[in-house]
């Protein structure tokens, strides 16, 4: 069984950082890809960022600058560090593990709120 948990959410002042954790475990990390999601309120769910197996990394165009993707295969880790938050980056953020098509979990969510 594949289980993914989120952590590190909270409150943030604009411009502020935080940064957010996800621990999976029940498939091959090394070998999965990690990928970060948001869903603000009444919105869609969103792309955010992703790391692969190789450690290259893909970004949203709205966080690209201020959000860096990294994982600790060691750890079974994948962090979001975020940096200069916006008010319009208040959601909740899921990470999603992807070993393959079948292969594959999401985490509970974590609130990140960013305001005055």
């Known amino acids: 069984q594949v289980t993914v948990v989120e952590s590190g959410g909270g409150l943030a002042q604009p411009g502020g950082s935080l940064t957010l954790s996800c621990e999976a475990s029940g498939l091959p990390f090394n070998d999965s890809e990690m990928t970060w999601y948001r869903q603000a309120p009444g919105k869609e769910r969103v792309f955010v960022a992703t790391?692969?197996?190789?450690?290259?990394?893909v970004y949203a165009d709205s966080v690209k600058g201020r959000f860096t993707i990294s994982r600790d295969n060691a750890r079974n880790t994948a962090n979001l560090q975020m940096t200069n938050l916006k008010i319009e980056d208040t959601a909740v953020y899921y990470c999603?593990?992807?070993?393959?098509?079948?292969?594959?979990?999401w985490g509970q969510g974590t609130q990140v709120t960013v305001s005055y």
């Open positions: 999603k593990a992807m070993y393959s098509s079948k292969i594959s979990a």
């Open positions: 790391i692969r197996r190789t450690f290259g990394t």
